[in-house]
């Protein structure tokens, strides 16, 4: 199959005609006096505008997905030059169901392969990977846990948060959790009151980590000047950690599908 190549002729004391070429071959007979006079302003103006119009598009909204595997699309898709420019990001996390055994609450014989299990999916490292290496503009993280019907770590020492620690220069943190403990899709939980006791602990543990430094910076220490604050929304414990100098919009939801919204 032959491709159609675009040609451009000027005869003498004729104007200017687009003709289609058929013939399979680089055109190479352009006279270099009409290829050194065609005008590339637009060209230029055109990149500007893309430039500009990026910069607003990528800074001032705020990007939300249902799950991980979604945003992984949306980093694919966006140019390296631009994934920098997101501030603002939200996902979900739903946890895979451990197909070998029922439910292991933590402290429990056998959760550690429970817990293992529930975190072999692949997104789950990539994703914290691109927000810690190729996200470097990114202020407002928002996340949930989504562990319906089962039950997941809040200490400080699950293995769950491990690539989260990796991750510097927030300014502002949200973490959500649903599961059996704290209560998931309307119904209560088993130990509602502890859950968000936790969850405030490991959120003000996150947030002496994450919200220090510079975007890209592991810092060791924690000068503590940061303010945090816990709510209940449904059956979602919703903790924040914020240093107070972004706005934010509490009436998004970390489980709607692909939302983009101006701040």
Same mark, same amino acid.
């Given at each position: 199959?032959?491709?159609? +190549? ?16 058929? @013939? $399979? ?24 505008? /893309?430039?500009?119009? *990026?910069?607003? #598009? /990528? ?13 992984? =699309? ?6 390296? @030059? $631009? ?12 946890? #895979?169901?451990?197909?070998?055994? *029922? ?8 959760? *550690? ?24 503009? =990114?202020?407002? +993280?928002?996340?949930?846990?989504? /562990?319906?019907?089962?039950? =997941?770590? @809040? ?17 502002? #943190? ?5 599961? @059996? ?24 543990? #996150? ?37 107070? $100098? ?18």
């Amino acid at each position: 199959m032959s491709r159609k +190549l675009c040609t451009y002729s000027a005869a003498a004391g004729k104007p200017p005609t687009w003709t289609r070429d058929s @013939r $399979n071959k680089i055109i190479t007979n352009t006279p270099r006096s009409i290829l050194a006079h065609l005008p590339t302003a637009i060209l230029y103006t055109n990149k500007q505008l /893309y430039n500009e119009a *990026a910069a607003v #598009l /990528y800074g001032e909204l705020t990007f939300e997905a249902s799950e991980l595997k979604t945003c992984l =699309l949306f980093a694919c898709m966006v140019s390296t @030059r $631009n994934l920098p420019l997101v501030k603002r990001l939200r996902s979900t996390w739903v946890g #895979l169901s451990c197909l070998t055994m *029922a439910p292991v609450r933590r402290g429990v014989a056998g959760y *550690a392969s429970y817990e293992q299990y529930t975190l072999w999916d692949e997104p789950w490292g990539e994703f914290w990977e691109i927000v810690r290496s190729k996200m470097d503009g =990114l202020v407002e +993280l928002g996340f949930c846990m989504n /562990y319906e019907g089962q039950y =997941l770590d @809040r200490s400080t020492g699950a293995k769950w948060l491990k690539p989260l620690l990796t991750v510097r220069g927030l300014r502002r #943190l949200e973490v959500w959790v649903q599961d @059996r403990i704290g209560g998931e899709d309307g119904r209560g939980g088993e130990d509602e009151v502890g859950a968000k006791r936790e969850g405030e602990t490991l959120v003000e543990f #996150l947030g002496e980590i994450m919200c220090q430094g510079k975007r890209g910076e592991v810092v060791d220490g924690v000068d503590g000047g940061f303010d945090s604050a816990a709510a209940v929304d449904g059956d979602v414990a919703a903790t924040r950690w914020d240093t107070g $100098n972004t706005s934010h919009d509490d009436s998004l939801s970390p489980l709607d599908i692909l939302d983009i919204g101006r701040k």
